[in-house]
């Protein structure tokens, strides 16, 4: 593990079952946070796991100076999971924070990666899913937008689906006039991509097995993206994925969402899954397109120019046909990684 991108916990209990909670430590020469006392004494607490034992759930929060939210969101998850049957841990990755949000969630009783520098939503994403103890992951928004008492209604689709989405029933973020449209734009893209109907391409909570999810790291960016890759992933290679409405609310503190530059980066994010899962949905189109503007071209010089067949008819007509090859070999070539 490289020590410069985080530093992890140094006592790193996979569940938190007792008053005494976790020390974060951190790089050198910076604070330690001290034990705490958590605060919801009275919500029962999850199954008793120690050291490196597996779990049957872990709780993946990425945050990003969320020193507000963070506290607020681990109480409402442990509320609503207080009777699940299964064993859980919480797992804060603080993605270079300059606030307190590592220390709010290390009183919370999580247990917390810190990286030393901020990487993006994707990065902290990566990491946590690297770190998580549990057979399922389970990732929320630390904004508090989720309501954590869906998540025992996600995880009764399991085994039974590979990934589970929490699809908003309305949207509640900034700038909605330009979010709307551009998400239903992205959104119907990725549809006609996967040959699946998609009520929301880029939800932040969701529940995978991370077994699953470990096989498509490699495609996840490093921004918000990150969660519209992590359905297409699935999506486009045959696992079965699930959407459950769930309720979506104003967050807590500043949006960090970039109107115009996070947009243009969903669009080429899909396009770049695009080339990573389904090449031949390029590829068809374009050379498609191609041999009926050769064929239109060809059939009015054919019959109305006194020299026939010019040869942009040919160029057209031979660009077309090596469109549709280099579709056909890219789309064997991830037949064959599957």
Not at 9 to 36: M, N
Not at 110 to 117: G, I, Y
Not at 165 to 182: D, H, I, K
Not at 259 to 274: A, E, K, Q
């Amino acid at each position: 593990m490289d020590p410069t991108r985080f530093v992890l916990d140094a006592a790193e209990p996979a569940a938190v079952t007792t008053p005494l909670l976790p020390t974060v430590s951190e790089a050198p020469g910076e604070r330690a946070f001290a034990p705490a006392k958590p605060r919801n004494q009275d919500v029962p607490q999850p199954k008793a796991v120690s050291g490196e034992e597996a779990v049957d759930l872990t709780i993946l929060l990425p945050a990003y100076n969320e020193e507000q939210a963070v506290g607020p969101v681990i109480q409402e998850i442990r509320e609503a999971l207080a009777e699940w049957p299964g064993t859980w841990e919480l797992l804060v990755v603080d993605d270079g924070s300059q606030d307190r949000t590592a220390a709010h969630a290390a009183a919370e009783g999580a247990r917390v990666v810190r990286r030393v520098e901020n990487g993006g939503f994707g990065e902290a994403c990566k990491t946590g899913l690297t770190e998580a103890r549990g057979r399922l992951v389970a990732l929320m928004d630390v904004d508090g937008t989720y309501v954590p008492a869906h998540l025992c209604e996600m995880l009764a689709c399991f085994p039974d689906y590979d990934q589970v989405n929490g699809a908003r029933t309305s949207e509640q973020g900034t700038t909605p006039w330009l979010r709307m449209p551009a998400k239903w734009m992205i959104r119907k893209l990725a549809e006609w991509i996967s040959g699946r109907r998609i009520p929301d391409l880029n939800t932040g909570m969701r529940i995978v097995k991370r077994d699953i999810m470990l096989r498509y790291l490699w495609a996840l960016p490093s921004g918000f993206s990150c969660s519209a890759s992590m359905t297409l992933a699935f999506a486009c290679n045959g696992h079965a994925v699930k959407f459950v409405p769930v309720e979506y609310r104003p967050r807590i503190g500043r949006s960090k969402f970039r109107p115009v530059r996070d947009t243009f980066s969903y669009i080429g994010t899909v396009f770049r899954l695009v080339m990573y899962f389904r090449p031949i949905r390029v590829f068809f189109p374009i050379s498609v397109g191609l041999g009926l503007i050769t064929f239109a071209s060809g059939y009015y010089n054919f019959r109305h120019s006194p020299t026939g067949l010019h040869d942009t008819d040919v160029l057209l007509a031979v660009t077309a046909l090596m469109t549709l090859m280099l579709g056909m070999l890219a789309e064997l070539i991830v037949a064959q990684r599957r």
